[in-house]
């Protein structure tokens, strides 16, 4: 089974420029999360999809970043315009099904290292 | 926010020694769950307790939840150099949302 797959993975650009990673989730995974790491820190949750909708964005900074996911498959994260502080790694993760009573595992990607100059 | 917060922050141990960390989190909680990071690699789920456990167990892992105390522990045992990445436990409260805590830094000596 293929895993979560990233790109690019990695990235420099220079404040105020614009960015986009993409994402294409575990086939059939209905859930797909995107986070972000800053070193030294825990990844923090930006945005969660269910199929193509949105189930929770109250953590995206939603002036400067925001996602899609279309035909509820392959997302992508867009941050415009990028500040210093969006220096991080940004994971994108799936998971196969969102049902009452049922946790399931979350796979991640490798992720994609940005740096803001 | 950061729910959990993983104890020790780093730990450096020999080959052979057996590993623990543990994690403190602050809210109720569905089930607990510890992941592990290689340096410059994603996350890979290790295993996952939930609230009504006490006790799991996954080859060299053994996980605890103390609910009334709001604390997990993970431990490794008989540690491997390849043991060594960090590792972070997430808590599950609802909506399937994970929140993780700043990890522990794990480095098995040769």
């Known amino acids: 089974e293929a895993g979560v797959a990233q790109s690019p993975r990695y990235k420099i650009i220079e404040k105020r420029q614009s960015v986009a990673f993409w994402c294409n989730p575990i086939?059939?995974?209905?859930?797909l999360y995107w986070y972000q790491q800053i070193l030294g820190q825990g990844p923090k949750l930006l945005i969660q999809?269910?199929?193509?909708?949105?189930?929770?964005d109250s953590q995206l900074p939603k002036d400067r970043f925001s996602a899609e996911r279309l035909k509820g498959v392959d997302s992508t994260l867009k941050i415009q315009p990028a500040k210093l502080e969006d220096s991080a790694v940004y994971l994108c993760?799936?998971?196969?099904?969102?049902?009452?009573?049922?946790?399931?595992?979350?796979?991640f990607g490798p992720g994609t290292r940005l740096t803001v100059l | 926010s950061q729910q959990g917060e993983e104890d020790p922050q780093a730990l450096s141990i020999q080959e052979g020694e057996n590993a623990t960390m543990n994690c403190s989190y602050k809210?109720?909680?569905?089930?607990l769950q510890w992941y592990r990071q290689n340096s410059g690699r994603g996350l890979v789920h290790l295993i996952l307790i939930r609230s009504n456990e006490r006790e799991k167990h996954s080859g060299r892992l053994r996980v605890t939840l103390d609910t009334s105390k709001k604390s997990s522990s993970l431990l490794i045992t008989a540690s491997r150099a390849a043991d060594t990445a960090s590792y972070f436990c997430?808590?599950?409260?609802?909506?399937?949302?994970?929140?993780f805590g700043k990890g522990t830094k794990l480095s098995v000596i040769p």
């Open positions: 997430a808590t599950e409260s609802g909506s399937y949302q994970l929140t």
């Open positions: 993760a799936s998971s196969s099904s969102f049902s009452g009573g049922v946790t399931d595992t979350q796979y």
């Open positions: 809210t109720s909680i569905n089930n």
């Open positions: 086939s059939g995974h209905a859930t």
């Open positions: 999809f269910q199929n193509n909708g949105v189930v929770d």
